[in-house]
């Protein structure tokens, strides 16, 4: 993946207060590592696209006025090259994915369960109004 330099990221499902789901506790701990993972997920602190790349999130940075001529770029390259080989090399890397299924479903399963919880309310409200929430 790609990502401007000065874009800003987060994953705030810790900020709205329910559990980080899906994507987030498979892929983070894959692309950055579990300390780094932990960090953000449990911060929900926002990220731009150099600290991204630097820690691995993402697979590199540009200024944003570049962003989508690089990835017609890398786009181009992957689109000439050997499609067999493409296809069956993102196979076997994605089996690292595949292997924290129990992880992802386990993940997800405490999303829901906090979706349900007053502290999500309390998290959309505040999102809603513009505020801090007020986890008590």
């Known amino acids: 993946s790609i990502m401007a330099e000065e874009a800003k990221i987060t994953d705030g499902h810790v900020r709205m207060g329910v559990a980080a789901g899906d994507h987030a506790v498979v892929c983070w701990p894959l692309l950055c590592g579990l300390a780094k993972a932990k960090y953000y997920l449990l911060t929900a602190d926002f990220i731009n696209g150099v600290e991204a790349d630097r820690i ?7 200024p944003g006025d570049e962003l989508l001529a690089e990835a017609q770029k890398v786009a181009d390259k992957l689109a000439t090259g050997s499609q067999q ?10 089996l690292w994915m595949n292997q924290a299924t129990p992880a ?21 409200a505040a999102l809603r109004e513009k505020r801090e929430p007020n986890f008590d």
């Open 104 to 124: 992802f479903d386990a993940s997800l399963a405490y999303e829901m369960l906090g979706f349900m919880s007053p502290d999500a309310a309390e998290g959309v």
């Open 56 to 62: 691995g999130l993402v697979s590199k940075a540009v």
């Open 85 to 94: 080989a493409t296809r069956l090399t993102k196979r076997a890397l994605n």
